[in-house]
């Protein structure tokens, strides 16, 4: 796995739209943080472009977005926001220059299809905060640790322990993201199964009966065999339907996995929540789960 350069004051950083258009302008604030941090912003032609839903057409957002790849002088891109849209665009993208000269993506929610892309490329990627939801309250640990993880290369998260953690200690690559996304991306070249590896999973606004239904599809896909490890971060909003399932999101992970013999950390800050910690996929991270404490650890 290659792991793009660490950041330096000065570096020139890429933001630009590959799914949904901002919604807000908390996104100004977002730029402000990478201005402050010393780096040097350049914005992507149409990065406030609106199509529909979209930030842009796919062409537009296309072309930003390989742009961002192709420069070897920005050192990180930073999609605005998630939504949809992204997966739309893995098929028509050259990486050829990309993995020549690697460097970090960082998002989440639907920049999920882009992180695990570029995994299966045998890229590293940051799942972490963007610009849009930077500054939003409560998440200020995890920008002070997202700078740490770019500039410095280091994370090392303590969390409370949840009852229903399947306690362990492991080490291994991370890999996943938001849970419709993997789903949607089952079959395709960019979402390897990840054998030997700490799935994450998160998700916002999904039907309880949706969230067991994707979690039958990675089952019988066979993405839980072989796993070291698994973290479900936040679950925002997801709640029953007049289709009631009668089982929380935590425990469907857990009736889906009884099968196997993996540790669990439960309610990680990770994923639509204000504390989303960052995370780096394609390292080995250290992943402690004892009825004390979560603890998770990667040195870049």
């Known amino acids: ?14 933001v630009l739209s590959p799914a949904s258009h901002t919604n807000s302008n908390a996104w100004e604030k977002g730029i402000e943080v990478l201005e402050k941090w010393g780096l040097r912003v350049v914005r992507g032609e149409h990065y406030l472009s609106q ?6 057409t796919d062409a537009e957002r296309l072309n930003d ?8 002088e920005i050192k990180a891109i930073f999609p605005i926001r998630g939504g949809y849209g992204t997966s739309r665009l893995l098929d028509d993208l050259d990486f050829s220059h990309f993995l020549q000269n690697p460097k970090w993506i960082v998002g989440f929610s639907d920049i999920t299809a882009l992180l695990l892309h570029i995994d299966s490329l045998g890229i590293a990627g940051i799942h972490g905060p963007m610009p849009n939801n930077f500054c939003q309250k409560g998440g200020e640990f995890s920008l002070e640790a997202l700078n740490e993880l770019l500039f410095n290369g280091c994370a090392s998260y303590t969390c409370k322990p949840n009852p229903a953690n399947i306690l362990g200690e492991v080490q291994g690559e991370l890999i996943g993201g938001n849970l419709s996304l993997l789903t949607h991306l089952i079959g395709s070249k960019s979402f ?12 916002i606004g999904e039907r309880l009966y949706h969230v067991d239904r994707m979690l039958v599809q990675l089952k ?20 029953e339907a007049p289709l009631t399932i009668g089982k929380s999101a935590q425990e469907l992970i857990l009736e889906h996995t009884e099968d196997y013999q993996f ?34 650890t990667v040195q870049l």
């Open 51 to 56: 199509h529909f839903g979209f930030g842009g």
């Open 1 to 14: 796995m290659a792991i793009p350069p660490l950041l330096k004051s000065g570096d020139l950083v890429s």
């Open 263 to 296: 540790p669990i950390a439960f309610d990680f800050p990770l994923g639509h929540v204000p504390a989303n910690h960052p995370v780096v996929f394609g390292v080995k991270t250290n992943l402690l789960i004892s009825s004390e404490k979560v603890q998770l």
């Open 220 to 239: 019988r896909s066979g993405y839980f065999e072989g796993l070291t490890g698994m973290i479900m971060g936040g679950f925002t909003d997801c709640n």
């Open 192 to 203: 390897n199964k990840p054998h030997g590896k700490i799935l994450v999973i998160e998700e």
């Open 65 to 72: 977005l390989q742009k961002a790849l192709d420069n070897p």
